[in-house]
């Protein structure tokens, strides 16, 4: 909390946000304006927290008319921050401290009028996409381009949209969408909207992330499976679950796989087995076990009529080179950017490279699920590094994106990008490069200082 203004507190119904971004518009008009505003928000909570910024006391007097009647038409108890004791205003500062942060600003308050709509009422959108892959396409434009352009039958005033994203075989609903105001395409209609992903997609981009950034393979599309009641399909996802699984039980001619219900015992049945690249292993089987209880209900197969070649491709799959991670470095400083693919090329990664925050946003698309770790420059031309950090974290739904800061501005600055949810680590130019060196080989599976080197 900031002491240097005087601040109240309103506990607003999340069914009031409209009167709410109206009221402060208001108090910002007026004199003297209303300075700052913080709002906060519980997941799944109906209310807001409102933290209201004044210049000093005799301000907020001034305005006390307003910010009353603003609070009789919210609904909402006013609470003067000033007056509380001691004890209190701690217990209240530990409250605050509880409740996620939304938005906050000072002097222009767009971010929070911004972020108030997207809790609004809004209207429903369908989305639908011919393809995931068409659809996680468009994702990645999304969060390049700051919006994603939504075709719609006809022009709409709606300002906050309820976006379900369709593909021929899922649905993704209660996607958070806001109208974005920018000049559509040419002779199209539809809206510009800025997205934030609901669970279920969210789970989908950390899905496709986690898939891609293991070793990688040649795609083999699977063939057309010939169904029969005694069928079970078992894929695995993974190169690395592939090996644990293949280790401790396909090799010595087994495999539990968890089911709903349990087939019978002896029961002999196809095992219908999905690898990492696509390709499929159909293999005849007989339950030998079964678990109707308990956190692993299913079954443990035994798998019958091995061969010496039944494995053969799973052993070369497991034999291909793993692959390497993948690292973008965007910085406007060519001499940065040569010091950085030194200590990647040290590290045995694949480097992308781009000069600025418009050129990083390109490679971005290119490779959004591919991506292992992203090193930026913080000021730079076009789009900055903190610009670039907030489309990810803001848009791009993947939480789990690392993204390293690397800059020689203030530690100050530096150490408050690295709060949670933005920068995953910061580092200062003006620091030994060792230490960000070990920390991206931590990162990357790899050992700092490499063997090589050490000797």
């Known amino acids: 909390m900031k002491s240097e203004l005087f601040q109240v507190a309103l506990q607003v ?45 005799r301000s907020f007097i001034l305005q006390h008319t307003r910010v009353g009647a603003l609070g009789t038409v ?38 929070v009028f911004f972020e108030l709509k997207r809790h609004g009422p809004a209207a429903r959108l369908r989305v639908a996409f011919e393809s995931e892959e068409e659809l996680l396409a468009g994702w990645a434009h999304h969060v390049a381009e700051g919006a ?51 669970p279920s997609l969210a789970n989908l981009l950390t899905r496709t992330a986690q898939a891609r950034r293991e070793p990688r393979h040649v795609r083999i599309m699977p063939k057309a499976i010939e169904r029969f009641d005694s069928d079970l399909d078992v894929r695995i996802d993974t190169l690395s679950e592939l090996a644990a699984r293949f280790q401790s039980d396909l090799s010595h001619g087994g495999l539990f796989v968890a089911t709903d219900g349990p087939p019978a015992l002896r029961a002999r049945l196809r095992l219908h087995l999905t690898l ?82 418009r050129e990083g946003l390109l490679k971005l698309i290119d490779g959004y699920f591919d991506l292992d770790l992203v090193i930026l420059d913080l000021h730079m031309p076009y789009l900055d590094g ?26 100050e600055e530096l150490a408050a990008l690295g709060e949670p949810g933005l920068a995953t680590a910061v580092f200062s130019k003006l620091d030994p490069l060792d230490r960000l060196a070990a920390q991206l080989a931590r990162e990357l599976g790899r050992e700092w200082p490499p063997r090589q080197q050490a000797a």
């Open 74 to 111: 919210l609904s909402a108890q006013l609470l003067d921050l000033e007056s509380l004791d001691s004890d209190a205003q701690a217990e209240f500062e530990g409250r605050r401290q509880s409740v996620p942060l939304l938005a906050d600003a000072e002097g222009e308050l767009s971010p």
């Open 276 to 357: 990492p690249n696509g390709a499929v292993l159909t293999l005849p089987a007989e339950v030998v076990h079964r678990v109707m209880s308990g956190p692993r209900i299913g079954v443990g197969l035994q798998l019958l009529d091995l061969k010496p070649n039944t494995f053969e491709a799973i052993e070369a799959l497991l034999a291909e080179p793993p692959r390497k991670p993948r690292v973008l470095v965007v910085d406007d400083e060519a001499i940065w950017r040569s010091t950085l693919v030194r200590v990647l090329h040290s590290l045995d990664v694949d480097i992308i490279l781009a000069k600025d925050g």
């Open 13 to 57: 119904p999340l069914s009031a946000v409209q009167p709410l971004e109206e009221g402060l518009h208001a108090l910002q008009l007026g004199q003297p304006p209303l300075r700052r505003v913080e709002l906060r928000m519980k997941e799944g909570d109906d209310t807001l927290l409102v933290l209201l910024g004044f210049e000093d006391r």
């Open 148 to 198: 994603l352009w939504v075709p719609t039958a006809r022009p709409t005033d709606s300002e906050v949209f309820s976006v379900v994203f369709a593909t021929p075989t899922d649905e993704y609903p209660d996607c958070r969408g806001t109208r974005v105001h920018r000049t559509p395409p040419p002779g199209k209609v539809g809206l510009w909207l800025e997205l934030r992903a609901s």
């Open 386 to 411: 903190r610009g670039l950090i907030d489309r990810v974290r803001r848009l791009g739904g993947d939480t789990a994106f690392k993204m390293f800061l690397f800059s020689a501005t203030s530690r």
